[in-house]
C-alpha cells in the first residue's frame, strides 16, 4: 500500500485527506529550540545531518503528520553556488547582493555537489527513520531565489523586480541558471531518498504576467519535464505563491502532481480551475491556527468540505507561526483525521 | 461632451484611453516636496484646503491627466472618527490600536462631518479648478481601514486578521461601523463635487475566501448599493488590492463601474473575468515606471493591446513610487496618448 500523502500526489481522493504543515519543524517547538541552541548558526543546523534529520523528523513523531519535508531553506542553493549568505538573528537572511554580470560569473555551479551533500545526506538519514510517512525534499523556485540573490534580503524586493525591467537579458540568465541547478539539486534529493518534491516560489504574486510566464511558469515547466523525464516515480507539488487568476495555468503547463494554494485562493475556486487530478495542497490561514478553538475547526471545515472527493492534502496556506501553541496543531490533526 | 474619464465608466471604449495614476501627486514631485514643506505635518497637509487643491492639481497641471483624485489618506476616516493617528517621518502612519469593544465604542460617527470639513471643502475648490480632468473623490475601504485601526501600523497586519479569527463579532461590528461611515463620507464627497468615486481596499489580498465574502465584497456591495441609490449619476471604482481569481465575483456582486486591477493580474484573464460595460483600471508595474524607457515602453504596449476595444482606463497597478522620475510620468502620457 502506498504511503498516504504519494496516493493523493498520484490523483486518489485520500479520505481523511493527508496532512502536513508548511514549517512544521520550527521555532514553535521547544525540542526544535533545544537542538538550534546545539548548532553554531543556522547554516549549521541545515548542514549538519545529526541535527537536520532530528528536527525534520521532530514535528512527525509528535503529531504523526503524514509527510516529513526536509530541514532545510531555498537560500542552500545560492550559498551553494557561492554567494556569500548568512542568518542574522532577527533579520532574516542578509546575502552579497548580486546585481550585474560580474555576480552572476562569480556564482559557480560546480561546486554545488560538495555543498549540498551533508543536505543529501540528511535526506537519506530521514528517509531511512520516516517510517509511513513519506519525505518531501525542496528547493526554491528560481524567481523567489534570484529576488533573494540579487536583493540581498527579504523585503518588497523592488531592486530585484526593477533589475527584471532593466536588464531582461542578464535577469534572464541568472533564472536559467537556477533553473539547471534547481533541476540538479531536486534530482540529487530524489536519489538521496525524496520521496515527493515541492518547489516554494513564495514572491510569485510580486510579478505583472508576462514576467510571471518567463520567471515563474515556464522555469517550473522545464524543471517539472526534467523530474518527470528522469524520476516519474517522483511526484512535484508546485507552489506559485499568490498567483491568483494564473493558477491554472501554472498547473497545466508545468503538469504538477500536486498545487499548492496560498491562504488567500477560495479553495473551491480553485478546484474549478484545476480539476483532478491533480492534487490541491492548502490551505488554512496559519492566523486560525495560531488563534485555534472555535476558529481552527471553522477554518479547516472550510476546507474541508469544498476537498471532500478529490485529492487533496491539508496544508496551511503559508509557514506555522513562531508564536503557534503545539497544542493548536495536534487539534488540528486531530480535526483533519476525523473528516 | 463628457469627460474622458467619465464616459470610460459609463462603459464607452473611450480610446485612446483616459489616464491617470495612483499616487499621481506626491513625493516624486518637487513642488510637491515645496507645498508638503509649509504644512505642520501630514494630516494638516490633507486638512489645509489651499495646500490639499494646489497639491491635487500639481499633478493634472504638469502632465495632462484625465482625472485629479483628491489628495488625501485612506486614514483620514479613521482620525475624524476620533482614534489618534499620527504620520511619523519614515514610519509610516502610527494610531492607538483599537484592539477590544471599548476601542470600537470610543470612535464618535457624530464627529465625522465637523473632522472632514476641510477635505470636503478641498473637493469643492478641486472641481471649481480642474476644466476637463475629471475629479475622483475616494475612501478606504472597510477591510483596509479596518487593518491600520486594528494593527496601528502598517505590515502584514497578523494582530488584525487574528482578531477577525478570534472575536469575528467584534471585528465585524467595526467592518460594519466603518462601512456606514464610508458611504456617508463618500456620498459628501460626491455632494461636494466629485465626479468618480474610489474604494481602495489595499490589502483585501490578505484574506481567506470566507473573510474576503464578509469583510471585502459585502462591504463594498453595500457602498456601492448606496451610491447608486442616491447617486447614480457618480460611478464607482473598486479596488480590491491581490483579489486574485475573486476579481470577478466582487465585480458582479458590488455592480462597480469601474475595476482597479492590481500590478499582478494578467490584463488578458480579467477581460474575461469581468466583461464591459466594466472599465477595467490599471495595471502597469510602478517599476516599470520607475525604470522608464524600453521597459515602460513594453509594459504600456502589453496593456493596450489586450484593452483596446473595450472601456479602460489607464493606471499604474499600485501607487507612484517615491523616487520615479517625473519625466518618465511624462513620458508614460505621451505613449498612452499615441495608442
Redesign the interface.
Given at each position: 500500500m502506498s504511503k498516504r500523502l504519494l496516493a493523493a500526489l498520484a490523483g486518489e481522493a485520500v479520505w481523511p485527506p493527508p496532512v502536513w504543515l508548511m514549517r512544521q519543524a520550527g521555532r514553535y517547538l521547544p525540542e526544535y529550540r533545544a537542538l538550534r541552541a546545539e548548532a553554531r548558526d543556522f547554516i549549521d543546523l541545515c548542514t549538519t545531518p545529526r541535527l537536520a534529520t532530528a528536527v525534520t523528523l521532530q514535528p512527525v513523531r509528535r503529531f504523526g503528520f503524514d509527510a516529513a519535508i526536509l530541514f532545510s531553506d531555498i537560500l542552500i542553493l545560492p550559498w551553494a553556488l557561492g554567494q556569500d549568505l548568512r542568518f542574522a538573528e532577527g533579520e532574516g537572511p542578509l546575502l552579497a547582493p548580486l546585481r550585474d554580470a560580474t555576480g552572476l560569473a562569480a556564482l559557480d555551479p560546480g561546486r554545488v555537489a560538495a555543498a549540498v551533500a551533508p543536505v543529501l545526506e540528511t535526506v537519506a538519514r530521514v528517509r531511512e527513520a520516516v517510517g509511513e510517512a513519506a519525505l518531501i525534499g525542496f528547493a526554491g523556485a528560481p524567481f523567489t531565489v534570484a529576488c533573494y540573490m540579487v536583493e540581498g534580503r527579504g523585503g518588497d524586493f523592488?531592486t530585484a523586480?526593477?533589475l527584471a525591467?532593466?536588464d531582461p537579458v542578464l535577469f534572464g540568465e541568472l533564472i536559467d541558471l537556477l533553473t539547471a541547478a534547481t533541476t540538479t539539486y531536486l534530482l540529487a534529493q530524489a536519489k538521496a531518498g525524496a520521496e515527493a518534491l515541492m518547489l516554494f516560489d513564495s514572491w510569485a504574486?510580486?510579478?505583472?504576467?508576462?514576467q510571471?510566464a518567463a520567471y515563474v511558469t515556464a522555469p517550473a515547466t522545464r524543471i517539472a519535464a526534467a523530474l518527470r523525464a528522469e524520476r516519474p516515480d517522483v511526484p512535484l507539488i508546485g507552489f506559485p505563491r499568490?498567483?491568483?487568476?494564473?493558477?491554472g495555468t501554472y498547473a497545466a503547463a508545468t503538469g504538477v502532481q500536486g498545487l499548492g494554494l496560498d491562504?488567500?485562493?477560495?479553495?473551491?475556486?480553485?478546484t474549478g480551475?484545476v480539476p483532478a487530478p491533480v492534487a490541491l495542497q492548502g490551505?488554512?490561514?496559519p492566523?486560525?491556527l495560531?488563534?485555534g478553538g472555535d476558529?481552527l475547526a471553522?477554518?479547516i471545515e472550510?476546507i474541508l468540505e469544498v476537498m471532500q472527493g478529490r485529492p487533496h492534502i491539508f496544508n496551511l496556506?503559508h509557514g506555522v507561526?513562531p508564536q503557534t501553541p503545539p497544542e493548536h496543531v495536534a487539534d488540528l490533526v486531530q480535526r483533519v483525521r476525523a473528516a
Open positions: 523592488a523586480r526593477a525591467w532593466r504574486g510580486l510579478l505583472p504576467a508576462a510571471f499568490l498567483a491568483g487568476m494564473a493558477l491562504t488567500a485562493v477560495d479553495p473551491l475556486l480553485a480551475a490551505n488554512l490561514d492566523l486560525a495560531l488563534v476558529a471553522a477554518g472550510a496556506g507561526l
